[in-house]
């Protein structure tokens, strides 16, 4: 089994900046990539962006140029680097690890995040 536990949420004003951090751990082999999606009130979710072992990055476009990803692959982690942040992008936010052949997909427990002034 996986554990993946995200943290670094929070309430923030319009323009500023958050970094959620999600650490993995239980039986880790073959990560084919980690993922940040969110879900915000009476949405569904939907996928924010994602690394893959080979550290390729993608984005939802409503997010490029204002949110990074990154993996630490040593600690088992992936990072989401959040800039100029806007109401609109207040959601739980989930980490999402998917691995092994065929592949499982696992999540965390989500991090809350508020932007509101």
């Known amino acids: 089994q996986v554990q993946l536990v995200e943290s670094g949420g929070g309430l923030v004003q319009p323009g500023g900046s958050l970094r959620l951090s999600c650490s993995a751990s239980?039986?880790?082999?073959?990560?084919?990539?980690m993922r940040w999606y969110r879900q915000g009130p009476g949405k569904q979710r939907e996928l924010v962006a994602g690394?893959?072992?080979?550290?390729?990055?993608n984005y939802a476009d409503s997010v490029k140029g204002r949110f990074t990803i990154s993996r630490d692959a040593a600690k088992n982690a992936v990072y989401l680097q959040m800039n100029s942040l806007k109401p609109e992008d207040t959601a739980d936010y989930y980490c999402?690890?998917?691995?092994?052949?065929?592949?499982?997909?696992?999540w965390g427990q989500g991090t809350q995040v508020t932007v509101s002034s």
């Open positions: 999402n690890l998917e691995q092994g052949i065929p592949p499982i997909n696992y």
């Open positions: 239980g039986s880790i082999f073959r990560i084919k990539a």
């Open positions: 690394v893959t072992v080979g550290v390729s990055t």
